[in-house]
């Protein structure tokens, strides 16, 4: 049986990699950017926007729900999602962050090249 050695690596690293999981696919990139461009909750336009089935939409929706991205109401068998401002803004920022610590601490020498 395989252990999980996550809790080996410090908190900020296992919060960064866990950002990262909920990005992680492109689908749920295209998800936050429908519902940004409308400004308001969205139901089941969702799956129009995407060429995956709904239950597929679906897994990637609880996804991002599970990472707090996204907030969603259930009104009889209509979902309703938004993006949670209050939980992406940070985050955000929170990688925004890492990439500026690792391009600061980046050899100045090396003008972005690698070998």
Same mark, same amino acid.
């Given at each position: 049986?395989?252990?999980?050695?996550?809790? =080996?690596?410090?908190? !900020?690293?296992?919060? *960064?990699?866990?950002?990262?999981?909920?990005? #992680?696919?492109?689908?749920?990139?295209?998800?936050?950017?429908? *519902?940004?461009?409308?400004? #308001? +909750?969205?139901?089941?336009?969702?799956?129009? =926007?995407?060429?995956?089935?709904?239950?597929?939409?679906?897994?990637?929706?609880? !996804?991002?729900?599970? #990472?707090?991205?996204?907030?969603?109401?259930?009104?009889? =068998?209509?979902?309703?999602?938004?993006?949670?401002?209050?939980?992406?803004?940070?985050? *955000?920022?929170?990688?925004?962050?890492?990439?500026?610590?690792?391009?600061?601490?980046?050899?100045?020498?090396?003008?972005?090249? +690698? +070998?």
């Amino acid at each position: 049986m395989a252990v999980n050695k996550k809790s =080996v690596f410090p908190e !900020a690293e296992q919060s *960064l990699a866990e950002l990262a999981k909920a990005l #992680a696919h492109p689908a749920r990139i295209l998800i936050l950017r429908t *519902l940004a461009e409308r400004h #308001a +909750c969205i139901c089941g336009e969702i799956v129009d =926007v995407l060429p995956l089935s709904q239950a597929t939409v679906s897994q990637h929706l609880a !996804a991002l729900k599970e #990472a707090g991205f996204i907030s969603g109401e259930i009104s009889g =068998v209509r979902s309703c999602y938004c993006i949670n401002w209050a939980t992406l803004t940070p985050a *955000l920022a929170q990688l925004e962050n890492w990439v500026a610590a690792i391009k600061a601490e980046a050899l100045p020498d090396a003008g972005g090249k +690698c +070998c």
